[in-house]
């Protein structure tokens, strides 16, 4: 758990110098980070800024009109459904 909060933490510090990257780019980049950490079991999620509900944002795109959305034990890395 506490690994998760070091990488969110991270991610979120380092938010402002990717917000100009393509939304997918970041995505993997975060996703590969998560990987090498050994987190298991997460979705990551490319949504509008609107969107956002309950889950973590781990990162912002597009000139931070979307975010990237991070929720664990929802499904594997592997099956990470495409932004909208």
């Known amino acids: 758990m506490k690994k998760i909060i070091v990488v969110v933490t991270l ?6 110098a990717y917000a100009m990257k393509p939304c997918e780019e970041l995505k993997s ?3 590969a ?3 090498a950490k050994g987190v298991k079991n997460f979705t990551l999620e490319i949504v509008s800024k609107e969107e956002i509900k309950d889950q973590k944002v781990v990162g912002s795109c597009e ?3 979307k975010k990237i959305t991070y929720q664990k034990g929802v499904a594997s890395s592997t099956d990470i459904k495409p932004g909208k």
């Open 29 to 31: 980049e975060i996703e």
């Open 33 to 35: 980070k998560l990987n």
């Open 11 to 16: 991610s979120l510090v380092a938010v402002s």
């Open 63 to 65: 000139g931070g009109t």
